[in-house]
């Protein structure tokens, strides 16, 4: 496995906007259709599961994998996210391996 670089340049490069406010996050997929979503499962306004239907709904946004990220990361969790839409998930605390995981696998390495 090669390097892995510096998180912050590593998600700068494959995530181009990361938001963490539920309501303007759902707007910002819509309106821009991102390569993949990140939803925390345990924030305010709107739960991952919440976020997630909304974003299932959109057909514009097929194809977009949506990936959990949850400190409750049991087997029944992550089947729960499975059944909701989501893709995959994460177990907080994220770590930079666990990241690149997850991207590497929905999304193809960014150019350079």
């Avoid at 309501?23 to 345990?42: K, S, T, Y």
């Avoid at 994998?65 to 605390?93: F, R, S, W």
Wanted: proline residues 9%.
């Amino acid at each position: 496995m090669p390097e892995l670089p510096d998180i912050t340049v590593y998600v700068e490069q494959l995530l181009p906007r990361i938001v963490g406010q539920t309501f303007e996050g759902v707007r910002l997929a819509i309106a821009q259709r991102p390569d993949i979503v990140l939803v925390d499962l345990n924030i305010p306004g709107l739960d991952g599961f919440e976020v997630t239907l909304r974003l299932r709904t959109e057909a514009s946004l097929n194809g977009v994998p949506i990936v959990a990220i949850t400190a409750n990361a049991t087997e029944n969790e992550a089947q729960l996210c499975l059944l909701a839409g989501m893709d995959d998930t994460l177990a907080k605390p994220v770590s930079l391996a666990d990241l690149r995981r997850v991207v590497d696998r929905f999304l193809p390495p960014p150019d350079g």
